[in-house]
């Protein structure tokens, strides 16, 4: 299915006329149809007008998954505004950064934080109104209903932000992406052909709004005119019950999640053949987990590589290579590139092209890109070269079959006597043993080498690590270069709050008053 528009708020007005009946999105037992959802979208549009919104202007959201959020997003690209959706896992501190960065004008804020908010509202001095969703509070409702639906589309650019999501920020305060008309668009269109999602489909909605799995899987069902069912958490049993009952077809989860979900009681027993696609990413799957998915999951799994920067996804493994064992060095790949999406290993110092296999920077190509950091032209300038290639800050190789082995970031690469050391690697080799529940791989001084590997893990439960075995372990399964010198264990790792780990933290005690600078 193509769709030649260069404006998302097309994507709605299609499906309204010609599927007006039909069921568009389910959310806790609430179902809205094409039409209901249209006129609903254009009512937070009259009423976004009428509080003074033009052209440019921030709407922000903190909340649990509601569908507001996305009615707001769908609003915002209608009138020519910008939904900045906010990580509801940071600290007080982070979304009053989050919120005075996107210079959001109204906040719409879920029950679970009106509280938080109510503490820090004295320092979003650019927030002319809070609109509080959900709950005995709700003022959202009232508000959309008070409006007449405002049939007016603002006449977008492709290069529009329409959306707002801010990357992790591992190494200091998120930066936030601007995510236009031109790229979602890209993005869903490339992905529901490599898919094959049509409007027949049923596609769950349970990663974060924050989050492009979140948001940008929910354009991808809007783009396909696919039934869209919204989970408020992403709760183990919860979702395996969705994908049974729902007959969902398509669904993108995260490691952990699915980690989780492989240990409910009773999963193996479920109905999960209307599944096609699952999809997986955001952070390495460590093999254990991965076989018991494939166990519960055959023939279904897509294993994704994607960014903020690019609306997503870039590149997938699909199922074939998941389940053939003439291919299972794949396993621990990242596929190939989606349709519309070019790949290169370029050199991270000079920016040059490397040869087949040797290791660099990953550098993607695409319409999918964002348009830019919001306020931060020199980051922007940093990240996107003048020719259209983003700089993704990952290390990795390409092999001579396309497939992209993603290594790790750039700056957790390890340099010990001249050797480049990548941590994914070792971390790969550690999550294997029965000892280990959590495991993270750094970089620390060495007066000889410069630096060596030190494993950072957390026992499993009811295990003891020992120190010994464990680098036993790791010399029988890795090059001797490779292997750590060195294990400290922890009760848990450091993480921000879209989980991923805070090496810059493991690192900083070792690293203080040295000349390496700890990022």
């Given at each position: 299915?193509?769709?030649?528009?260069?404006?998302?708020?097309?994507?709605?007005?299609?499906?309204?006329?010609?599927?007006?009946?039909?069921?568009?999105?389910?959310?806790?037992?609430?179902?809205?149809?094409?039409?209901?959802?249209?006129?609903?979208?254009?009512?937070?549009?009259?009423?976004?007008?009428?509080?003074?919104?033009?052209?440019?202007?921030?709407?922000?959201?903190?909340?649990?998954?509601?569908?507001?959020?996305?009615?707001?997003?769908?609003?915002?690209?209608?009138?020519?505004?910008?939904?900045?959706?906010?990580?509801?896992?940071?600290?007080?501190?982070?979304?009053?950064?989050?919120?005075?960065?996107?210079?959001?004008?109204?906040?719409?804020?879920?029950?679970?934080?009106?509280?938080?908010?109510a503490g820090v509202r004295d320092k979003l001095p650019g927030v002319e109104r809070v609109i509080h969703v959900g709950g005995e509070q709700d003022e959202y409702e009232a508000w959309l209903a008070a409006q007449e639906p405002d049939p007016q589309v603002h006449p977008s650019r492709p290069d529009d932000c329409f959306v707002q999501l801010y990357t992790s920020g591992t190494t200091g305060f998120p930066k936030g992406a601007m995510l236009?008309?031109?790229?979602?668009?890209?993005?869903?269109?490339?992905?529901?052909?490599?898919?094959?999602?049509?409007?027949?489909?049923?596609?769950?909605?349970?990663?974060?709004?924050?989050?492009?799995?979140?948001?940008?899987?929910?354009?991808?069902?809007?783009?396909?005119?696919?039934?869209?069912?919204?989970?408020?958490?992403?709760?183990?049993?919860?979702?395996?019950?969705?994908?049974?009952?729902?007959?969902?077809?398509?669904?993108?989860?995260?490691?952990?999640?699915?980690?989780?979900?492989?240990?409910?009681?009773?999963?193996?027993?479920?109905?999960?053949?209307?599944?096609?696609?699952?999809?997986?990413?955001?952070?390495?799957?460590?093999?254990?987990?991965?076989?018991?998915?494939?166990?519960?999951?055959?023939?279904?799994?897509?294993?994704?590589?994607?960014?903020?920067?690019?609306?997503?996804?870039?590149?997938?493994?699909?199922?074939?290579?998941?389940?053939?064992?003439?291919?299972?060095?794949?396993?621990?790949?990242?596929?190939?590139?989606?349709?519309?999406?070019?790949?290169?290993?370029?050199?991270?110092?000079?920016?040059?092209?490397?040869?087949?296999?040797?290791?660099?920077?990953?550098?993607?190509?695409?319409?999918?890109?964002m348009a830019g950091y919001f306020g931060k032209s020199d980051a922007t300038a940093a990240a996107i070269t003048l020719d259209g290639w983003l700089r993704s800050g990952d290390g990795g190789h390409m092999d001579a079959d396309g497939y992209i082995y993603v290594t790790d970031r750039i700056k957790d690469m390890i340099i010990s006597g001249g050797e480049n050391i990548y941590p994914a690697e070792i971390e790969r080799v550690l999550a294997e043993h029965p000892s280990v529940a959590d495991v993270a791989v750094i970089g620390v001084p060495d007066e000889r080498w410069g630096e060596v590997p030190k494993a950072v893990v957390v026992a499993a439960p009811g295990q003891t690590v020992d120190e010994a075995a464990l680098l036993a372990y790791c010399r029988e399964n890795l090059a001797s270069f490779k292997c750590p010198k060195s294990v400290d264990v922890l009760d848990e790792l450091p993480r921000n709050p879209t989980g991923k780990i805070l090496k810059k933290d493991l690192r900083k005690p070792y690293w203080e008053g040295r000349d390496r600078t700890v990022v």
């Open positions: 299915m193509t769709l030649q528009s260069t404006d998302v708020s097309a994507l709605l007005a299609r499906w309204e006329t010609e599927r007006p009946a039909d069921e568009a999105i389910r959310f806790e037992g609430v179902t809205r149809t094409w039409a209901e959802l249209a006129d609903r979208v254009r009512r937070v549009a009259g009423a976004l007008r009428a509080a003074g919104l033009v052209p440019g202007d921030r709407v922000a959201v903190l909340d649990l998954n509601h569908p507001s959020c996305l009615e707001l997003t769908l609003a915002c690209a209608q009138i020519g505004t910008a939904n900045a959706v906010v990580n509801f896992r940071l600290a007080p501190p982070e979304i009053v950064y989050v919120i005075n960065d996107a210079k959001a004008r109204i906040l719409f804020v879920g029950p679970e934080f009106a509280g938080a908010v236009t008309h031109r790229g979602m668009l890209a993005h869903s269109a490339n992905v529901a052909e490599d898919f094959e999602l049509s409007p027949s489909d049923v596609v769950q909605v349970a990663m974060p709004l924050f989050h492009v799995g979140g948001t940008s899987y929910a354009l991808l069902a809007l783009y396909g005119g696919a039934r869209m069912v919204m989970a408020r958490t992403p709760d183990p049993a919860a979702v395996l019950d969705m994908l049974e009952r729902e007959r969902i077809t398509h669904t993108f989860l995260v490691p952990a999640l699915m980690a989780a979900m492989t240990q409910v009681p009773g999963a193996a027993e479920r109905d999960f053949s209307s599944l096609r696609a699952l999809s997986y990413g955001a952070s390495p799957m460590p093999l254990p987990v991965m076989r018991a998915c494939l166990e519960l999951f055959p023939d279904r799994m897509h294993q994704v590589y994607g960014m903020t920067e690019a609306c997503g996804v870039v590149s997938s493994l699909g199922p074939q290579d998941h389940s053939d064992p003439a291919v299972a060095h794949r396993l621990i790949s990242a596929g190939t590139p989606i349709h519309g999406v070019q790949i290169e290993i370029r050199d991270p110092g000079t920016g040059e092209a490397l040869p087949t296999g040797e290791p660099g920077e990953i550098w993607v190509r695409t319409e999918q890109l």
